[in-house]
Nanobody
Framework: VQLVESGGGLVQAGGSLRLSCAAS????????MGWYRQAPGKQREVVAR???????SIADSVKGRFTISRDNAKNEMYLQMNSLKPEDTAVYYC??????????WGQGTQVTVSS
């Protein structure tokens, strides 16, 4: 499975961005996908996850502002980020788990929120 993120960039506080993650390889075997982020000097943390049954989980820090979704027909996952804050600045990584065992990561996309 290969994952490619897109949609990062620079935005002012209060603005919005939409991240996309395109999966290729054997995407039909993916049971969980998600978004993680890592800010400078901090550990990577989960932002949101979605299962192949569209069950979602969202981190408390972004709940009410971020929405995760996926389009199985396109083998894509999205993260809609609204009301962005400077503390959301990080590299955002796409994650996928295949057959409950194998884990894959994208190369990351930078999101920078200016105050």
């Amino acid at each position: 499975v290969q994952l490619v993120e897109s949609g990062g960039g620079l935005v002012q506080a209060g603005g919005s961005l939409r991240l996309s993650c395109a999966a290729s390889g054997r995407p039909s075997e993916i049971d969980v996908m998600g978004w993680y982020r890592q800010a400078p000097g901090k550990q990577r943390e989960v932002v949101a996850r979605i299962t192949n049954r569209d069950t979602t989980s969202i981190a408390d820090s972004v709940k009410g502002r971020f929405t995760i979704s996926r389009d199985n027909a396109k083998n894509e996952m999205y993260l809609q980020m609204n009301s962005l804050k400077p503390e959301d600045t990080a590299v955002y990584y796409c994650y996928a788990r295949q057959r409950g065992i194998y884990e894959y990561w994208g190369q990351g996309t930078q999101v920078t929120v200016s105050s």
